[in-house]
């Protein structure tokens, strides 16, 4: 292929264009914050699941106070109405000592009872000082989550104006070098990593960091100058400069 030296060393404004917007898209790909969203979307999970959990154990933990509470006070109810009854004197010796003997076996329920309830009341206490921490913990995280997603929209932002001003000329970079070498440069970039065209610089290639021998560069040194080489290792568009050493 033959194209004039201009439109050769246009070539590697364009290569560097490119170069700086495959950085730029691994940039977005590999933000820091990405990773940090990642693991903190996971906590924030885990902490949901944990909620859920102690929550629901609360509710259960509640309903058996309600409970405890209630046993309590039928027998509570119950001892009032015997307790009236006997101050009311009324009925035989025999009714009366059956409630006395009644009253006691109330108290004694009773006291087991309020030792249940106050044991359930303990435990509901635990649980819902728990629900209170991972509460807590759940804000700090939602902090977090709110604060990393600022981040990463803010570095975002500035990837995409760089990526943005750094595009803005390749248009005309590639008018410039025109069709069939910015064919052939796609062509060799797909094939090649991203790198397509290469300066020859003090001797060496630009894309395989080869130094070329003697028999090769003199096979350079003696191509028109409008001839597009290739790099005999990497196959890249090799394109000669000042500082070739030509």
Do not use: F
């Amino acid at each position: 292929m033959k194209a004039d030296p201009t439109r050769q060393w246009r070539l590697l404004d364009l290569q560097a264009i490119d170069t700086r917007l495959d950085q730029i898209a691994h940039a977005r790909k590999t933000l820091p914050q990405i990773a940090q969203l990642k693991d903190l979307h996971t906590q924030a999970e885990l902490l949901d699941s944990e909620l859920v959990r102690v929550r629901t154990e609360l509710s259960d933990v509640q309903r058996e106070v309600a409970k405890a509470e209630a046993d309590v006070q039928l027998v509570r109810d119950r001892a009032a109405r015997d307790q009236a009854r006997l101050d009311s004197g009324t009925g035989s010796a025999k009714d009366l000592q059956a409630l006395q003997h009644e009253l006691q076996s109330l108290a004694r329920r009773q006291a087991e009872l309020e030792d249940v309830e106050l044991e359930v009341m303990e435990r509901a206490e635990a649980v819902e000082a728990e629900v209170t921490r991972l509460e807590g913990k759940e804000s700090e995280l939602a902090a977090k989550l709110e604060e990393a997603q600022a981040a990463h929209d803010a570095a975002l932002a500035d990837l995409d104006a760089e990526a943005r001003r750094v595009a803005a000329p390749r248009a005309d970079v590639v008018a410039g070098v025109g069709e069939d070498l910015v064919a052939l440069y796609e062509k060799v970039r797909a094939a090649s990593g991203g790198l397509g065209a290469a300066a020859l610089s003090h001797r060496r290639c630009g894309g395989c960091q080869l130094e070329l021998n003697s028999v090769d560069m003199s096979r350079i040194k003696a191509a028109p100058a409008d001839e597009v080489l290739r790099c005999e290792e990497c196959r890249r568009i090799l394109v000669r400069t000042a500082e070739s050493g030509l």
